[in-house]
T-cell receptor
C-alpha cells in the first residue's frame, strides 16, 4: 500500500453534472499526476501539478481542470460530464528527491449515467 | 493515444512457469516502468529502467530495455497464482521522466 489516498472510492453522476475528485499525496511528495483509465485500457495522462502549478497536460479538454494545495494534495474537477467520462481516475504522487517514482492511489471509480 | 503496446494482450500459464511480456514504444524516453494492477485497482510500481540501462532485476522480475528497437520485456520467473494481474509498461517523458504514457496492458492468468 502506498501513502496516496483518494476519495471518494466510487461515484455515480448524471450526464451534464460536475464532479470533484480528491487525492492526498504521499508525505514528502510535491508532484501529483492524474490519469484516466477506461475499462480494459491502460491509464491516460490527464495533467500534472508541481508546487501548485500545472506542469504538463495530456490530450483532455478544458472541462478537465485541477488544483494543487499548499500541502500538495490535489483535486480533479470535471464539468459537463459525458458518458465517456466513466472510468477509474488514478492519482500518483512523486518527488524528484525520490527519483520521480510514481506512487499510485487506489483510484476513484466514476460512473456517468 | 498510447505510446506503449504490450504483447501479448493476454497470457495464461501454469504456476511455476515463466511469464514473458513485451512492450514497444514510439518516441525517445527518459525511462520505462512496469506496473501491476489487480482487478481494476491502483497500480503497483514494479521496476524502473532508465534509458541508459539495458537490464534490471528485482526478485523474480527481470526487465530488459533495447532503445535501438524501442522495446522492453518483463520476465516473471517461477510464477505464482498471486501474480495473476494486468501488467502495464509506461514510458516516462519530460525532463523528469514523470509524465507517464501507458500501453494497453497484458492480462496474466496463473493457474494453480
Amino acid at each position: 500500500e502506498t501513502g496516496v489516498t483518494q476519495s471518494p472510492t466510487h461515484l455515480i453522476k448524471t450526464r451534464g453534472q460536475q464532479v470533484t475528485l480528491r487525492c492526498s499525496s504521499q508525505s514528502g511528495h510535491n508532484t501529483v499526476s492524474w490519469y484516466q483509465q477506461a475499462l480494459g485500457q491502460g491509464p491516460q495522462f490527464i495533467f500534472q501539478y508541481y508546487r501548485e502549478e500545472e506542469n504538463g497536460r495530456g490530450n483532455f479538454p478544458p472541462r478537465f481542470s485541477g488544483l494543487q494545495f499548499p500541502n500538495y494534495s490535489s483535486e480533479l474537477n470535471v464539468n459537463a460530464l459525458e458518458l465517456d467520462d466513466s472510468a477509474l481516475y488514478l492519482c500518483a504522487s512523486s518527488s524528484a528527491r525520490q527519483g520521480n517514482e510514481q506512487y499510485f492511489g487506489p483510484g476513484t471509480r466514476l460512473t456517468v449515467t | 493515444s498510447q505510446q506503449g503496446e504490450e504483447d501479448p494482450q493476454a497470457l495464461s500459464i501454469q504456476e511455476g512457469e515463466n511469464a514473458t511480456m513485451n512492450c514497444s514504444y514510439k518516441t525517445s524516453i527518459n525511462n520505462l516502468q512496469w506496473y501491476r494492477q489487480n482487478s481494476g485497482r491502483g497500480l503497483v510500481h514494479l521496476i524502473l529502467i532508465r534509458s541508459n540501462e539495458r537490464e534490471k532485476h528485482s526478485g523474480r522480475l527481470r526487465v530488459t530495455l533495447d532503445t535501438s528497437k524501442k522495446s522492453s520485456s518483463l520476465l516473471i520467473t517461477a510464477s505464482r497464482a498471486a501474480d495473476t494481474a494486468s501488467y502495464f509498461c509506461a514510458t516516462g517523458q519530460g525532463a523528469a521522466g514523470n509524465k507517464l504514457t501507458f500501453g494497453g496492458g497484458t492480462r496474466v492468468l496463473v493457474k494453480p
